[in-house]
């Protein structure tokens, strides 16, 4: 069946289970995906991003050629009416633009698809490792024939658009003048202008994409995650599973569990150069939304609630439940990561399986639950996360925590100890270790400790450094890629520029030879030619502005403290293009302020 066919079954079945059972359920709807859509959802704006900024660079790229194109078309006018006028056809002379620009754009597409070729194989040391069909990026036959597409688009659209530019105007005044003529010369001066104007406005939206994400990206690796990140080595490891075992633990093998770790952490507490060692059922940050979350209650007098269906009626009471990660730590967990005590205890040796439970919240969660309340002595009930229904008495507050990645607020966290709430069998939990010594000889000793320990225990290690590094590469990649095309976008805008205000002073090197024999001084000159680049490229900027408004909305999914439309990143991208492309101005207009008047009169 469709997808839509598909959609209303399910929702049909979601709505009578909803009716069915009321507010025991919260299910509402169902959604259908496919599966190549889910594979592709989180990256898909980040894809779709690249293949904007490679379109509008293939764009900026054109518009070169295109001016070029113009100039040169001018430049041949008299050869033009004179083929046409010895009987050369039109079909004629547009096969000749063919080839020649066929002849660029193949040129270009070969040389391009080598480096291509290049690429590909230094792209797995950029590449996100979780981006999917990684290992399907090669210049495969599709990719070939895609290129091959382009180029040939390419190559048929400059031909007809140069074809077009020489078919224009008078054949026997092209013959009579000697030339294509004033007004021809004036109409390709203005052509020439609208090229490099569209080529300064596409460079623009990809310099302020580039700025834009440069800047989310700057501001996301200095956030502060609530905890201290340096020298600190993370172990995560898998429990032995117990035949028959469910994911519930009993007392024995809560026993076993807490014998199991504390001998673990003494053992490495005691390698050299390891200062702290901490225990958490996940880690924060590094694999993004690794938290079990769910709704806990607000006991305080209240009785548990015997089954399910009490459970439901107490969490759909806004004063009686809430809703918060939940978190399986030591009692050396915060110490381990610095995280601050702001109000209360931690978890102590007191706190044994056989004692009252007890839970230590974040701050996030003490403002947004108990804004004005003290938190500490609440009774909360979370059995939801582990099936133990034995109340939790709150001790403490601690600091916020990004604990769903850096780009997330921080998280409502509900902390329990792990000796009296144990870890899931089910569940990948991590010891953290902070050393100064270096990670390679710190890993080699945690691993012989782990395999005389538990030698069936996986245990994966890293540093924080290199969990942070995997959890922004895809935003790393996404700019350096975005940041490639912006800097080449930017010197082909620059040589555009040079190009069009070169060709300007080459024709008019009589003009402005007669402006010096008349008393123009070079300052005179100089502000006549880097005028009229000044004021394509501020076309240009104007333009590229008002398309970038427009555009870089979409790019709002992949910024973090910074705006679509933030006014630092647009003025200092048009502050940087104006000067390029006033550089780019004065190069030719040095070479027009050192002619020699005398010369210049004589110029053809």
Same mark, same amino acid.
């Given at each position: 069946m469709s997808i839509a066919q598909a959609r209303a079954d399910l929702g049909g079945i979601a709505r009578r289970i909803k009716q069915q059972y009321g507010k025991d359920v919260d299910l509402n709807d169902a959604a259908v995906v496919p599966l190549g859509e889910a594979m592709v959802g989180d990256v898909r704006t980040a894809l779709l991003t690249l293949l904007a900024a490679v379109g509008l660079l293939l764009l900026v790229a054109c518009a070169n050629v295109a001016g070029l194109l113009v100039a040169r078309t001018n430049a041949r006018g008299k050869e033009f009416a004179v083929r046409l006028a010895l009987g050369a056809g039109r079909g004629r002379l547009l096969q000749q633009f063919l080839a020649e620009s066929f002849s660029l754009s193949l040129s270009g597409g070969v040389l391009g698809v080598l480096l291509a070729g290049l690429a590909v194989r230094l792209l797995p040391a950029i590449v996100p490792a979780d981006l999917p069909r990684r290992e399907g990026i090669a210049l495969n036959v599709p990719v070939l024939l895609f290129a091959v597409a382009a180029a040939v688009a390419v190559g048929l659209t400059l031909g007809l658009f140069a074809a077009w530019r020489a078919g224009r105007g008078n054949l026997h005044q092209s013959l009579a003048s000697g030339g294509r003529g004033n007004s021809a010369a004036a109409s390709g001066r203005r052509l020439r202008g609208l090229v490099v104007v569209g080529e300064v406005a596409a460079t623009m939206v990809i310099l302020i994409g580039a700025g834009l994400l440069g800047r989310s990206f700057l501001r996301l690796i200095t956030t502060d995650p609530g905890f201290r990140s340096e020298h600190l080595i993370t172990a995560e490891f898998s429990l032995p599973q117990v035949q028959g075992q469910s994911w519930k633990l009993d007392e024995p093998a809560l026993a076993r569990q807490v014998r199991f770790v504390e001998q673990l952490t003494a053992r490495l507490r005691a390698l050299p150069g390891v200062g702290e060692v901490g225990l958490s059922g996940a880690m924060p940050v590094a694999a993004g939304d690794n938290l079990a979350d769910g709704t806990f209650l607000i006991l305080n007098g209240h009785a548990p609630p015997a089954n399910g269906k009490e459970f439901s009626r107490m969490a759909h009471d806004p004063n009686l439940s809430g809703h918060a990660d939940y978190c399986v730590a030591g009692e050396d967990y915060f110490r381990t990561l610095g995280i601050?005590?702001?109000?209360?205890?931690?978890?102590?040796?007191?706190?044994?399986?056989?004692?009252?439970?007890?839970?230590?919240?974040?701050?996030?969660?003490?403002?947004?639950?108990?804004?004005?309340?003290?938190?500490?002595?609440?009774?909360?009930?979370?059995?939801?996360?582990?099936?133990?229904?034995?109340?939790?008495?709150?001790?403490?507050?601690?600091?916020?925590?990004?604990?769903?990645?850096?780009?997330?607020?921080?998280?409502?966290?509900?902390?329990?100890?792990?000796?009296?709430?144990?870890?899931?069998?089910?569940?990948?939990?991590?010891?953290?270790?902070?050393?100064?010594?270096?990670?390679?000889?710190?890993?080699?000793?945690?691993?012989?400790?782990?395999?005389?320990?538990?030698?069936?225990?996986?245990?994966?290690?890293?540093?924080?450094?290199?969990?942070?590094?995997?959890?922004?590469?895809?935003?790393?990649? /996404?700019? =350096?890629? #975005? !940041?490639?095309? +912006?800097?080449? &976008? *930017?010197?082909?805008?620059? @040589? $555009? %520029?040079?190009?069009?205000?070169?060709?300007?002073?080459?024709?008019?090197?009589?003009?402005?030879?007669?402006?010096?024999?008349?008393?123009?001084?070079?300052?005179?000159? /100089?502000? =006549?030619? #880097? !005028?009229?680049? +000044?004021?394509? &490229? *501020?076309?240009?900027?104007? @333009? $590229? %502005?008002?398309?970038?408004?427009?555009?870089?909305?979409?790019?709002?999914?992949?910024?973090?403290?910074?705006?679509?439309?933030?006014?630092?990143?647009?003025?200092?991208?048009?502050? =940087?293009?104006?000067?390029?492309?006033?550089?780019?101005?004065?190069?030719?207009?040095?070479?027009?302020?050192?002619?020699?008047?005398?010369?210049?009169?004589?110029?053809?």
């Open positions: 601050p005590l702001v109000r209360g205890r931690l978890f102590g040796k007191q706190d044994e399986s056989s004692a009252p439970h007890v839970a230590v919240i974040s701050e996030a969660l003490a403002r947004t639950r108990w804004p004005h309340q003290d938190p500490i002595g609440q009774t909360l009930e979370f059995g939801n996360m582990d099936g133990d229904p034995r109340p939790l008495t709150v001790i403490g507050i601690v600091g916020d925590v990004h604990a769903a990645g850096l780009d997330r607020p921080a998280s409502s966290i509900i902390y329990v100890d792990y000796r009296q709430r144990g870890l899931r069998l089910n569940s990948s939990p991590t010891i953290l270790l902070r050393s100064a010594a270096p990670a390679g000889q710190v890993v080699s000793a945690a691993r012989t400790v782990f395999r005389d320990l538990a030698p069936d225990v996986p245990v994966k290690f890293s540093t924080f450094a290199e969990e942070m590094g995997g959890w922004l590469a895809a935003r790393r990649f /996404l700019l =350096l890629l #975005v !940041g490639v095309f +912006a800097c080449a &976008a *930017l010197a082909l805008a620059a @040589i $555009g %520029i040079y190009g069009v205000v070169a060709f300007s002073v080459t024709r008019r090197t009589q003009e402005i030879g007669i402006r010096m024999a008349i008393g123009a001084q070079r300052g005179d000159v /100089l502000r =006549l030619v #880097v !005028g009229e680049g +000044a004021r394509l &490229a *501020l076309g240009g900027v104007v @333009i $590229g %502005i008002a398309a970038s408004l427009a555009i870089t909305r979409l790019l709002s999914s992949l910024l973090f403290g910074v705006t679509a439309t933030d006014p630092l990143t647009f003025a200092a991208v048009a502050g =940087l293009l104006s000067i390029v492309a006033l550089l780019a101005s004065y190069i030719p207009a040095r070479r027009a302020m050192r002619l020699d008047p005398n010369i210049a009169l004589r110029y053809e």
